[in-house]
């Protein structure tokens, strides 16, 4: 099935079915944060690197979430990067929470939930975006950067409130293949504070922590 789905992306790309967004590095370029932008360098395919960050992975068809068109990057020096998870209660199969997941963004988030939600196309039953983490992302990691795929109702799930996202074409999102296996160890890329330095969000302004 990966196999024939790695096929599906090839065939769509070259058709120009996938998306609407220019698979060019001016594009995302301008989409990149100033105080990022001359701290990244693109990484081609020959790099032995390029595949490791996983941009297949990265890149979904429509409505399936993800990102559009994956662009694999090195930083140059550490970078702040920013994750809105689920919070300490909420705990998946094995017992972890939605902390150091895959997506992330070199923007600080604001705006109220809903609108982060709409941007980042997040569904709810994926994420509640109820907590703030701030990382910092180490000086030659190698992550996916693109903008938002559209995700549909049947990706969603939420029949009942019937939700689903269009493609963002302006905000960009951070891809961390197995970022939980990169916060440790002698050579960690992702470091993140103890988890009681994040914050609970205010529902109003996600840049604020909730008022007691």
Known sequence: MFSIRIALLAVLASAGCVARVPS???????????????????????????SAADPIGATGLPGEGRVVHAFVVRLEK????????????????????????????????????????RRFEVCEG???LTWVARCVLR??????????????????????????????????QVYIHDAFRRTSGEHAELLCPEENQDYED?????????AP
């Not at 998946?92 to 939600?117: E, I, K, N, V």
């Not at 000086?139 to 493609?167: D, L, T």
């Open 139 to 172: 000086k030659g990691s190698v992550v996916v950067i693109g903008f938002g795929q559209s995700v549909s109702e049947n990706a969603c799930g939420n029949h009942e409130r019937r939700e689903s996202y269009p493609q963002n074409t302006r905000d960009l």
């Open 202 to 210: 205010d529902r109003d302004d996600v840049s604020k922590p909730r």
């Open 78 to 117: 550490d970078l702040r990067v920013y994750r809105l998870w689920s919070g300490p209660q909420v705990l998946d199969a094995t017992g972890h929470t939605s902390r150091l997941g895959s997506w992330w963004t070199f923007d600080q988030p604001t705006g109220t939930r809903d609108t982060y939600r």
């Open 126 to 128: 994926w994420n509640r």
């Open 24 to 50: 060019s590095t001016a594009t995302v370029r301008g989409a990149i944060p100033d105080d990022v932008r001359s701290s990244i360098t693109f990484v081609s395919a020959g790099d032995a690197a390029y």
